[in-house]
């Protein structure tokens, strides 16, 4: 177990906050996209370049609703949507080409997410994923950022019948590192995923991404704590 001090500074979102909070914890639980690395704004360009070749444009909301669902809920989710012919299945499998290379070798972390990261492993507090990426994804990002190996555990919605709103992957998450949900904490940018992180009865942290910042007040109001940047989470003296 680590105690973990948080210094928010003035973007706190409570004066409890901004002081020095103290948690307790056997494991870290990590959305990857809009959290742990900064590739949101792949996603928005592989929607609206999919959308374009059907000679289809980006709805409002459309990128921020298939946020929390897994692949096959949203591969389903456009399906419905746009009234579209093709199989779930294609639909999968060109939006893993359209991304695998930048996964491989162009997105980064997000700021000092390695530093909190090698600072939880060697303070011997598990670490696990939470992600509704594939496989075929999730692991080049983490190996390409040579993070890969710092994690005990990881869980993609791939391995769960429901999204990221409902508390399935992070039970699961929790499950394969042997840790109790309410020894975990777990970080995600999206409003959906931190009420479902509540839900598991975990400590849910919410993390800025310019994608999901419409939600910040929502996630502020459930969320045990919020953070800009990963170097919040401790000092880097």
């Known amino acids: 177990m680590i105690d973990v001090h948080l210094n928010p500074g ?3 979102q409570s004066s409890t906050q901004s002081e020095r909070a103290r948690l307790e914890f056997k494991a870290a639980i990590f959305d990857l996209d809009g959290t ?7 996603w928005k360009k592989v929607d609206r370049d999919f959308l374009a070749k059907r000679h289809l444009a980006v709805p409002d909301g459309y990128i921020e609703q298939l946020s929390a669902m897994s692949f096959r809920e949203a591969a389903e989710y456009t ?23 930048e996964y491989s070798h162009h997105i980064i972390l997000k700021p000092h997410a390695r530093e909190y990261l090698l600072h939880l492993k060697q303070s011997h507090v598990k670490l696990g994923t939470a992600t509704s990426l594939p496989k ?20 993609s919605t791939d ?25 975990c904490i777990a970080f995600d940018d999206i409003l959906a995923a931190i009420a479902a992180i509540k839900t598991a009865g975990m400590q849910a942290y919410g993390m800025y991404d310019s994608y999901s910042a419409h939600n910040q007040k929502a996630i502020r109001q459930i969320a045990d704590g919020y953070i800009y940047d990963f170097a919040e989470m401790f000092s880097l003296k």
């Open 10 to 12: 003035s973007q706190s």
């Open 36 to 42: 742990l690395i900064d590739s949101m704004g792949v």
């Open 79 to 101: 399906i419905a949507l746009f009234g579209l012919k093709e199989k779930g299945t294609d639909i999968i499998a060109e939006w893993n080409a359209m991304v695998l290379y």
């Open 136 to 155: 075929i994804l999730y692991e080049p990002v983490l190996k390409s950022n040579g993070i890969y190996q710092l994690f005990d555990a990881l869980s």
């Open 159 to 183: 391995e769960v019948s429901r999204g990221k709103e409902y508390p399935d992957i992070y039970l699961l998450a929790a499950q394969k590192l042997a840790v109790l949900p309410g020894d």
